[in-house]
């Protein structure tokens, strides 16, 4: 059986104060910030679900955010 993929879209990297309730950010950082991240390679690259639809996977976001935390060790 395969996994079903699961995927964050930007605001749910990002955070979203606006939102009610606020959605608290994976990564605290602006949206230009992250766009020139994933541009750089620094962050994973996007999936496009749809025309207008873009999103990552969670698994490369958990995966980035451990990469992370063990940078900082």
């Known amino acids: 059986m395969t996994e079903a ?3 964050f879209r ?3 990297i990002i955070g979203d104060k ?3 309730p606020p959605v608290p950010a994976i990564f605290p950082v602006s949206a230009s910030t992250w766009w ?3 541009a750089s390679g620094r962050y ?3 999936v496009k679900l749809s025309e207008r ?3 990552w ?3 490369d976001i958990l995966e980035l955010a451990k990469g992370l935390q063990e ?3």
């Open 36 to 38: 020139a991240g994933v």
């Open 53 to 55: 639809c873009t999103a």
């Open 10 to 12: 930007l605001k749910q």
């Open 71 to 73: 940078a900082t060790r």
């Open 5 to 7: 993929a699961v995927f």
């Open 18 to 20: 606006k939102a009610q």
């Open 57 to 59: 996977r969670v698994s």
């Open 44 to 46: 994973p690259k996007p």
